[in-house]
């Protein structure tokens, strides 16, 4: 008997060490190309502003921006980690909201994930949402950027007149994205225990199908510890300038979106892996899906059609038409 526990323990963690080798292999494999298509990328845009004398643009674009600001840090602070971002968000959710409500137009509507959900969505539900984003937008996210406001101060160089470049940008949107990883998957694994689930995550999942909007749709201490914070963080570690964090905020809020939006639309990320989430509640906790692989909280999600789904798509065919869901047998 003890030459069996011993046995299957031994398996055990060889099968996990295999596991944890493949899945670093894998990560190593996407950052390294991702690192390759950001230089190269990185390289193209500097050698085409270079060319066509745009080089200085943005620079002296800031600068007629923070004399006209008359260096007041905290308006200029504002502006970039409050107004930016929400008018990204705003406009972004704006354009879906037309076709959640209106169902038009079918350019969009055609490209629904849950098909017959939402069509068209609950309007009290919908004001409901809209109502609590507002609130969270106002009296939760403003007042976090107090603290995040001096911290950035501290380091001296958030309101530097000197851009950063475009390649450290890069650098900086690398590290975000990984920190966020990290912090908004284990606050949000955490939040789906029983406990913390039924006084806090649970008014998130709601929307078994979520729209757009609801990215930030969630109880006041969700909002603090699963959305702010693990967005906040980065910036607030390397000391980035308020470009980046405005740039970085934006960016944030328009990619929750999207995997929040119930549509997987040609050319942008792909929703499958949160939108499974919202369906199926104990799977794919994460944003990029490393830590979900690591931690096999994506293995049901893998075995789905949802999974072949998870890509870019390319063409204007619906992957709802081309990957369907198999018929559902009779009983």
């Known amino acids: 008997m003890e030459t069996d526990s011993g046995y299957s323990s031994t398996a055990e963690l060889q099968k996990q060490g295999e596991k944890l080798s493949h899945a670093l292999r894998i990560s190593a494999y996407v950052f390294s190309t991702?690192?390759?298509?950001?230089?190269?990328?990185?390289?193209?845009?500097?050698?085409?502003?270079?060319?066509?004398t745009l080089g200085n643009f943005w620079q002296s674009t800031w600068l007629e921006?923070?004399?006209?600001?008359?260096?007041?840090e905290w308006s200029i602070f504002l502006i970039g980690a409050a107004l930016v971002p929400a008018l990204a968000f705003w406009g972004f959710n704006g354009i879906l909201l037309v076709a959640d409500i209106t169902g038009k137009p079918t350019f969009i509507t055609r490209?629904?994930?849950?098909?017959?959900?939402n069509d068209p969505v609950d309007k009290k539900k919908l004001w409901k949402a809209i109502y609590t984003v507002l609130?969270?937008?106002?009296?939760?996210?403003?007042?976090m950027l107090v603290p995040m406001f001096y911290v950035m101060q501290w380091w001296d160089n958030t309101?530097?007149?000197?851009?950063?470049?475009?390649?450290?940008?890069?650098?900086?949107?690398?590290?975000?994205?990984?920190?966020?990883?990290?912090?908004f998957y284990y606050t949000h694994r955490l939040g789906h225990h029983p406990v913390l689930y039924k006084h806090i995550h649970k008014k998130h999942h709601e929307w078994t199908a979520p729209i757009g909007v609801v990215?930030?749709?969630?109880?006041?201490?969700?909002?603090i510890v699963s959305n702010t914070l693990p967005v906040m963080t980065g910036p607030m570690l390397m000391g980035s300038h308020i470009v980046s964090v405005a740039a970085w905020f934006s960016i944030a809020l328009v990619t929750t979106s999207i995997s929040h939006c119930g549509y997987h639309l040609p050319l942008l990320p792909s929703p499958e892996f949160h939108d499974f989430h919202h369906l199926k509640f104990n799977q794919c906790y994460g944003v990029l899906g490393v830590?979900?692989?690591l931690h096999g909280t994506d293995r049901m999600f893998r075995q789905t059609k949802a999974f072949e789904r998870h890509k870019v798509l390319l063409s204007l065919t619906p992957l709802s038409e081309s990957i369907p869901e198999p018929p559902k047998k009779e009983e």
Do not use: C
């Open 215 to 223: 990215s930030i749709y969630a109880h006041p201490i969700e909002h």
């Open 34 to 52: 991702g690192l390759l298509m950001f230089t190269a990328l990185a390289n193209s845009v500097s050698w085409f502003t270079q060319s066509i």
């Open 111 to 117: 490209y629904r994930i849950q098909l017959g959900k």
């Open 291 to 293: 830590l979900d692989f």
């Open 135 to 143: 609130g969270n937008q106002f009296f939760v996210s403003f007042p």
């Open 65 to 72: 921006f923070y004399e006209y600001m008359e260096g007041d």
């Open 159 to 183: 309101f530097s007149k000197e851009l950063p470049t475009f390649q450290w940008f890069l650098v900086e949107l690398s590290i975000f994205t990984v920190v966020e990883e990290i912090l």
